[in-house]
């Protein structure tokens, strides 16, 4: 049964900081890599973090690194986002995602399990 539902979504101002989770069931976090996408309104999903089995980090996405850091509770099925000195424009909904090549880290069509979103609104 694939299963993977974030939390930890809000509202916070800027310059505040969120920890989402992605709790996932035991097969779906055996995926390759999981990742975390983030999609705000009228624009494409994008990559912004990922993370392999054996709990190597790919590079962030630009926008976000050196704020966002990705980690791996493997007892607990559990992938996390935190997310710190967030910024207005992080406003997105925030997705978590298995997926089938740690190379392809950035490519959504390689990811075929998705959670349903957490939102995450950041106010200036």
């Known amino acids: 049964q694939v299963q993977l539902v974030e939390s930890g979504g809000g509202l916070v101002q800027a310059g505040g900081s969120l920890r989402l989770s992605c709790a996932a069931s035991?097969?779906?976090?055996?995926?390759?890599?999981m990742g975390w996408f983030r999609q705000a309104p009228g624009k494409e999903r994008e990559y912004v973090a990922a993370?392999?089995?054996?709990?190597?980090?790919?590079p962030y996405a630009d926008s976000v690194k050196g704020r966002f850091t990705i980690s791996r509770d493997n007892a607990k099925n559990t992938v996390y986002l935190q997310m710190n000195s967030l910024k207005p424009e992080d406003t997105a909904v925030y997705y978590c995602a298995g997926g089938l090549s740690f190379i392809s880290y950035t490519d959504k069509g390689r990811y075929p399990y998705w959670g349903q979103g957490t939102q995450v609104t950041v106010s200036s």
């Open positions: 993370i392999s089995q054996s709990g190597n980090i790919t």
């Open positions: 035991r097969r779906t976090f055996n995926s390759a890599v």
